[in-house]
């Protein structure tokens, strides 16, 4: 059983940056895609951005431009950049890990959850 280990996660005040990271016990070069999502209180989990083995990258509209989404092989790590952090990106962030054969998904891992707050 693969687990992600999520953490970078905090209170910041609007404006501010933040960086997540998301390590996963088993290779990341085993995933054929990996992400982070997200969940406000109330709300539905959402797809803030994912990357492809490859490189491919995609973003949720509400974060274009100021999240970026990266790994670093090396270090067997997922990164979520996040800039100019509004209140409304205030949410628990979860690091998900997706395994393709062709268009199926196969297997699917999430992370226990990072909580970031913006609020002045």
């Known amino acids: 059983q693969v687990q992600l280990v999520e953490s970078g996660g905090g209170f910041l005040q609007p404006g501010g940056s933040l960086r997540l990271s998301c390590v996963p016990s088993?290779?990341?070069?085993?995933?054929?895609?990996m992400g982070w999502y997200r969940q406000a209180p109330g709300k539905q989990r959402e797809l803030v951005a994912f990357?492809?083995?490859?490189?491919?990258?995609n973003y949720a509209d509400s974060v274009k431009g100021r999240f970026t989404i990266s790994k670093d092989n090396a270090k067997n790590t997922l990164y979520l950049q996040m800039n100019n952090l509004k209140p409304e990106d205030t949410a628990v962030y979860y690091c998900?890990?997706?395994?393709?054969?062709?268009?199926?998904?196969?297997?699917?891992?999430w992370g226990q959850g990072t909580q970031v707050t913006v609020s002045s």
């Open positions: 990357i492809t083995s490859g490189g491919k990258t």
């Open positions: 998900n890990a997706d395994i393709y054969e062709g268009r199926v998904l196969v297997t699917e891992y």
């Open positions: 088993g290779s990341i070069f085993s995933f054929t895609a």
